[in-house]
């Protein structure tokens, strides 16, 4: 199954090459540009049903590592999380800082009109746990990891090292993706929990230096207003987002061109894609948890 | 056995491959026998790469079937597609080792995967490959650390691992000095010697078509189909069309040369 | 060689699980875990702007959370369930009970203390119109307890009207009976009235007699003290002889008396008084009427005027509370 699919989607690249040629875009006519929209959303569709089936695929190939959790390459897992997760931390901590501190500004700036200072303990507080902290960590990881995992696996498509392992047995996915997606699915929960908390310190910072907020008043309201649930919504949300730009970082590279200029794009791609899907989810997520 | 030897190791029947809707090649009818050193030429872009993927399982052809000891490849689900490919060794154009694993680690994965061997015994299968291809001691090494034939040598004692019935080669001589190319050719048939490996080799180099080959077949871009068949010493001799006497020739001459 | 660096991974994932464990030890997870008691309350107004959610506050003292809001279809009445902390309340330093035992008596005291005027109420928490409910004590003649059926099954605090909501009910209320006051009428009736009265007094005969009155008055004092001189001890003896004088001059007294009465002719003149009173007590009592219209009124103001002193001291003492309320509940992004 896994063959088929990786190898048909390679075939489709080869024709749409084929087609593409023939479209010139210097001549202002309408014709090309309906066949553009309509090559556009063949290609989106397209997308869409290769998303669909690596969710699919990964969801089996999950199935079976937790069925037989000894044939999953923990040596791999383990290289990743480190990767991944370990390496991503000063970045991530940075970048949630910064985040916290200008997010805590620009409050203070509106809320200080009002006479309502504090509130920007509530505002950083609740905007760093429940979206902030998650997405920018799923940020970084979808420019460090995500962009890596496509390059690694596009590599090894021109390299043949995926003809090599479907021949020596072995399934791509179960073989190339889990290891990558439980790392990430382990680790950016946890470095979500480092930025959520460098966030809200961020926003302290501004609170107490700028507005002259005690550090105790400004700690007692976010402990108030963040409660267990926010901050685990957010560790969930961290956790789909991860499954997110895993899954796209490999399939980019499982549908990378033969080429080395493929690679490059693999991973550009990987990295647009995995953004763009982050915030969809995100999107889709605030909803639900704002329902029940 | 006696089975296996009536039965070809690998026949094709009708087979048409292609990538999307552009038909590559149409219609193809061989079959491979046992311990046979079968070569498969043709010019740049005339699918024989192509034909090799599909032989070896990766690619589905859009048209015929492609039997491997009698079973076809093509209708195989998964597990019986594995089962298949666990007869068979494939050493592609590159190597194709898997560069995050040392040499050893390469060779030793199959083993792993499919044998119940302790991890001592599996040291030991690999050290025996490694010496096979004349690479011993490589076995620490990482892929990037060697020189493109000892790569190649390397992937050669990885297909080897699970001494498979048939090895495919996919362009072997290929960034290969004279002299190394000329060692792998012998290794080729004295392997085919001791073991009786069946070998399918895809290649445009014409020393090793003429230094190997039991049989070859030739493919052609603008016919999509077999343009001929037979020993290729007697193809040249026998009157073949023009496009095969050219590929043929060219090499004659620049032999012809020395 | 893919191999992670297993140390800083082990660092990195050790360092992060103990900050979340931290973290939601500081956000109070085991609140979810400290025992609760519900009770409900039935408001007889909008409760726009509260929430699941919103703070139970009793004097300011955040106790619990509002757990459910639903309407009674029965009466239209919104009833809100309740729910506060055990531990946010102390009975009387029994931690070591069971819980059992403490919501027993958490129960049997709140009964009392609703008897004592114990009421819910809602109350804002700020401009943006976000409410909570106040638990707070309220004089139980002014808010006597609601005539509603309480829910089956739960205990029930009654409910009073929000200060906002009576401030305005009151004020209207007042000023409605305000206009319904006739000013004109009353005035007209106290004018006459006054005139009758006026026109009485002015009688000559009753001038006269109220003069002759006064004349007997002194003559009576006169006599009295005379009467005290003659009960001396030394006189006692004549005492009698005396007596019988002084019967006869008060009889004589009195036939004069008499005679000046009859001269007078007091009944003409009562039978015109009475006249003039029956005006009078008619206009009293018309005016008894519109005063205790007037009274209740002004007790409606009155009642106004405290809630609004209430506003004002409540704005006195915490101005920025106009923003941002009493006290905030959790503002949800």
Known sequence: ?292 | MDENKTVPMIQAKDLTVGYGDVVVLENLNFSIERGEVFVIIGGSGCGKSTILKHLIGLYEPMKGDILIKGESIVKADWEEKRRLMKSFGVLYQAGALFSALTIAENIALPMEEYTKYSEKEIMQHVNEKLKLVGLQGAGPKMPSELSGGMKKRAALARAMALDPEILFFDEPSTSLDPVTAAMLDRLILDLRDRLGTTMVIVTHDLDSIYAISDRVIMLDKEAKTIVARGKPSELRKSNPPPAVKEFLERAGLSRKMD | MIEANKYKLGLFVISGISLLILVLFLLGIADAFKPTVEFVTLFDESVQGLEIGAPIKFRGVTIGKVSNITVRPSDNLVRVDMEAELSAIDVGGQEKLSVITRKAEFFYKMEKEVEKGLRCRLDLAGITGMKYVEMNYFDPVKCPMPDVIPPKGVRYIPATPSFLRGLSSNITTALARVANINFDEISTELVSSLKSINAVFKDPKVNGLIQKMDTITTQLEITSVNINKVMTESNLKEISDEVKKSLNSINELSKNLQKQVEEAKLAETTASARGTLDDTKQAVKSFSEVSAELSDTLKKLDEALDSFTELVNNIDEDPSSVFRGKQTKPTEF
């Not at chain 1, 929990?193 to 501004?206: D, E, K, P, Q, S």
């Open chain 1, 1 to 292: 199954m896994s063959i088929s699919l990786f190898m048909s989607e390679n075939k489709d690249k080869v024709g749409e090459n084929g087609a593409s040629g023939k479209f010139e875009l210097h001549e202002p006519q309408i014709r090309p540009a309906v066949e553009y929209v309509g090559e556009t959303s063949i290609h989106l569709w397209k997308d869409s049903i290769n998303i669909l089936a690596i969710i699919g695929e990964i969801a089996e190939a999950v199935w079976y590592a937790m069925k037989n959790p000894r044939k999953v390459r923990w040596r791999e897992t383990l290289y990743y999380m480190d990767v991944c997760g370990a390496d991503a931390l000063p970045i991530s901590c940075m970048i949630c800082f910064l985040m916290g501190l200008i997010l805590g500004f620009q409050a203070s700036l509106q809320m200080h009109k009002f006479g309502t200072d504090l509130y920007v303990a509530d505002l950083v507080g609740l905007s760093v746990v429940k979206e902030l902290g998650p997405m920018m960590v799923a940020m970084i990881c979808a420019g460090r990891a995500g962009s890596a995992f496509a390059a690694e696996i596009s590599t090894m498509k021109v390299s043949e090292e995926i003809d090599a392992m479907v021949t020596m047995g072995f399934q791509p996915s179960r073989f190339l993706i889990i290891p990558k997606l439980l790392a990430l699915v382990m680790v950016m929960p946890v470095l979500t929990i480092f930025g959520n908390v460098v966030g809200i310190i961020g926003g302290m910072t501004v609170g107490v230096y700028s507005l002259g907020i005690p550090i105790i008043t400004y700690f007692n309201r976010t402990a108030l207003i963040v409660t267990p649930r926010f901050f685990t919504e957010g560790l969930i949300k961290s956790a789909v987002f991860a499954v997110l730009i895993a899954a796209v970082g490999c399939l980019r590279g499982f549908e990378a061109k033969n080429d080395t200029h493929g690679v490059g794009a693999a991973a550009t791609s990987a990295v647009v894609s995995g953004i763009f899907l982050v915030i969809i989810a995100d999107t889709l997520m605030t909803y639900l948890f704002s329902r029940f």
